[in-house]
């Protein structure tokens, strides 16, 4: 079976833009969350999704947003990125919201702010 | 405080030896704890999980609970060259949210 798989894999932006990532969970889960990962530091949770619907919402300012659709895909936006906004950003998905669920992560996007 | 911290490292162990690997957590209600394995470059990869006080094995790997201490540990027997990785402890707690808190991880190195 297919495991978490996000698009792109690597994305170079300048300042002022905006991106788009994507994220597939694993086939049968419905729960799909976002983390930060900055270099030396574990990852920081962005956002929740379970069924479509915001479930939690991390330290994070409004320039990030994401959805959740009917197939349980995902994505996350950032607008008026900030070189700050370099990191590599992981998807991980969990059958179930329930906080014993072991969330599986993708290979991440790798993205650069020139 | 932080609310999940790890020693930083660099920790070094002969192949062969016990590698263990330490995290406290500053949150009570913290429910679910994971270790989790993450090469350079590469994403985490989910190893071990454990939600009751007490140790739990999984093949070379054992990870070991206490929450009247607040302190989750994972011991890696038989250390190979290739769990030379960083380790990466988290928890969550009940409520609304289920989102993983990390800790900024282990780098462990295990030499020849």
């Known amino acids: ?114 | 405080q932080k609310e999940v911290e790890q020693n930083s490292g660099p920790l070094s162990v002969p192949e062969g030896a016990i590698a263990s690997l330490n995290c406290t957590y500053s949150d009570r209600v913290s429910q679910s704890f994971f270790w989790y394995r993450q090469y350079s470059g590469k994403s985490p990869e989910l190893i071990m999980s454990i939600y009751s006080n007490g140790d739990k094995e999984d093949g070379r790997f054992t990870a070991q609970l206490n929450k009247a201490s607040q302190y989750v540990s994972l011991l890696i027997r038989d250390s190979q060259p290739s769990d030379s990785a960083t380790y990466l402890c988290a928890v969550t707690r009940s409520g609304s949210a289920r989102q993983l808190t990390f800790g900024s991880g282990t780098q462990l190195t295990v030499l020849p």
Do not use: M
């Open chain 1, 1 to 114: 079976d297919a495991g978490v798989t996000q698009s792109p894999t690597h994305l170079i932006k300048t300042r002022g833009q905006h991106v788009t990532l994507r994220c597939s969970p694993i086939s049968g889960h419905k729960s799909v969350s976002w983390y930060q990962q900055v270099l030396g530091q574990g990852p920081q949770f962005i956002f929740q999704y379970y069924e479509k619907e915001e479930r939690g919402r991390g330290n994070f300012p409004d320039r990030f947003s994401a959805r959740q659709f009917p197939n349980y895909s995902s994505e996350l936006n950032v607008n008026a990125l900030l070189l700050g906004d370099s990191a590599l950003y992981l998807c991980a998905s969990s059958f179930r919201e329930s906080s014993n669920q072991p969330q599986h992560f993708g290979d991440g996007t790798r993205l650069s702010i020139l």
